[in-house]
């Protein structure tokens, strides 16, 4: 059937005012810029090392604080204690000093008496009643020595023990305070063997001393004794033979 003119006409205006009122198609085109995308990248790799560096310093911060709470750890091992008794044992043993003790004023006056040069005018009783007492002074001096140099020998026992033990906390020491501590109490048990050092040779000095002394004013001693004896009345020195040969 054969379309008129005047319908194919109405047909062409229904087309064109469809296509008026619908809606035009969005744009879709996507550009790639390949200079863009390489800064892109470039930008997200130097934020990703950042982010790397501060996790490596909040790394390095974290082990520095855990080295200081190493270093500031104390030393379980402690002979202080120890140290003290064995200095104070020592001490007690030099105050047991009988007769004349280690005091200034108590040697003074014992040699302005009992030490001092015989006198004239003294008793022969007087005489020697000193010379006893400087004899048991020397006695017990003697006793006094050897007291301490016994003393100072049961030391050494619980000082190596203190300083094996002290030697072995410093080398497994964690931290530099374990080791300074360590190291201290070291110093410490050497200054006590050195001060059992000092009383052994004090001890031994005053006992050689007051014997020295003793013998000294026993020679003074028998020097008046001698003059009294020979101003005796109807003594008259001569040579004597004390052996007859065949």
């Known amino acids: ?32 810029d390949p200079s863009n995308f390489s800064q892109n990248v470039l930008t997200a790799a130097r ?7 501060q996790i490596q ?3 390095n911060e974290a082990q520095m604080l855990t080295n200081q709470a190493r270093n500031l750890t104390s030393l379980p091992l ?17 105050a047991q000093a009988q007769h ?3 005091d200034v004023q108590q040697i003074e006056t014992a040699f302005a008496t009992t030490y001092r040069s015989a006198s004239s005018s003294a008793s022969s009783s007087g005489l020697i009643a000193t010379a006893q007492i ?27 023990s203190a300083m094996s033990s002290l030697t072995s906390a410093s080398q497994t020491a964690t931290g530099a305070l374990q080791a300074a501590q360590a190291g201290n109490q070291l110093l410490a048990l050497q200054s006590q ?53 065949n």
Do not use: C
């Open 100 to 102: 004349i003790a280690f």
């Open 134 to 160: 400087r004899w048991r002074n020397s006695v017990a001096a003697f006793e006094d020595s050897l007291k301490v140099q016994a003393g100072v020998v049961g030391n050494i026992s619980s000082n190596g």
């Open 47 to 53: 934020e990703l090392q950042q982010v790397n560096n």
């Open 193 to 245: 063997q050195l001060s059992d050092l000092v009383a052994v040779v004090a001890a031994k000095s005053r006992a050689d001393a007051l014997e020295q002394s003793r013998i000294t004013t026993t020679e003074s001693q028998g020097q008046e004794q001698y003059r009294r004896f020979s101003t005796r009345s109807g003594y008259q020195p001569g040579n004597v033979t004390m052996f007859h040969g």
């Open 1 to 32: 059937m054969a379309v008129r003119p005047h319908s194919r006409a109405a047909l062409f205006g229904a087309v064109a005012l469809s296509l008026s009122f619908a809606d035009p198609a969005p744009a879709q085109i996507v550009v790639y």
């Open 57 to 59: 310093s909040l790394a």
């Open 78 to 94: 402690s002979t202080l204690s120890q140290l003290q008794t064995t200095v104070q044992k020592t001490q007690s043993l030099l």
